[in-house]
T-cell receptor, first 117, second 114 residues
Framework: AQSVTQPDIHITVSEGASLELRCNYS??????LFWYAQSPGQGLQLLLK??????LVQGIKGFEAEFKRSQSSFNLRKPSVHWSDAAEYFC???????????????FGKGTKLSVIP | NAGVTQTPKFQVLKTGQSMTLQCAQD?????MSWYRQDPGMGLRLIHY???????DQGEVPNGYNVSRSTTEDFPLRLLSAAPSQTSVYFC?????????????FGPGTRLLVL
């Protein structure tokens, strides 16, 4: 079955430290990939997305993600974390070949990020 | 633009009661959807609509009804609430045209069923 896996349920980092959140998918072809952030009590905000081309994608708030086909991964990174980055992060995929009109997002279970001042 | 709005923000129901969660968007988006978020489960799709008059089921549709009479509104109805429906509900919208268009989420409705 197709799935999205975020192996880490909770990660704690110190402010200023680097961050990498893992995401793996189990689709046969290259899916369309997204990362969302959810601050406490808020809705989801899109950080970045990957469709094709350059495998290193730049997003908002200094986030980037790298698509690695050989590892079926799309890990989210940030060189220096700020206290305001504390949130829950969700990886989501759309299987390649999905219709443009009715494609569905499948979400991972999320990784909660805590930031120590 | 207000974006995607949801009402109420919080609701407590008794088992068996019915209610409607409201969702509206002012971006003229064709595609709208409802998700529920439960701890450790991520977001799961309940129902979605690709335009006025067209709805379809998602991953977890049981116990929920939807309709789409206008482009702007996409209400979610619980006909007989159950404790298993305690969750946070998110409405989302996007344009239909391009694959991968950004999906915009509302702030959520927290529902507690006793």
């Amino acid at each position: 079955a197709q799935s999205v896996t975020q192996p880490d349920i909770h990660i704690t980092v110190s402010e200023g430290a680097s961050l990498e959140l893992r995401c793996n998918y189990s689709y046969g072809a290259t899916p369309y990939l997204f990362w969302y952030a959810q601050s406490p009590g808020q809705g989801l905000q899109l950080l970045l997305k990957y469709f094709s081309g350059d495998t290193l994608v730049q997003g908002i708030k200094g986030f980037e993600a790298e698509f690695k086909r050989s590892q079926s991964s799309f890990n989210l990174r940030k060189p220096s974390v700020h206290w305001s980055d504390a949130a829950e992060y969700f990886c989501a995929v759309v299987p390649e070949g999905s219709g443009a009109g009715s494609y569905q997002l499948t979400f991972g279970k999320g990784t909660k990020l805590s930031v120590i001042p | 633009n207000a974006g995607v709005t949801q009402t109420p923000k919080f609701q407590v129901l008794k088992t068996g009661q019915s209610m409607t969660l409201q969702c509206a968007q002012d971006m003229n988006h064709e595609y709208m959807s409802w998700y529920r978020q439960d701890p450790g489960m991520g977001l799961r799709l309940i129902h979605y609509s690709v335009g006025a008059g067209i709805t379809d089921q998602g991953e977890v549709p049981n116990g929920y009804n939807v309709s789409r009479s206008t482009t702007e509104d996409f209400p979610l109805r619980l006909l007989s609430a159950a404790p298993s429906q305690t969750s946070v509900y998110f409405c989302a919208s996007r344009t239909r045209g391009l694959l991968g268009e950004t999906q915009y989420f509302g702030p959520g409705t927290r529902l507690l069923v006793l």
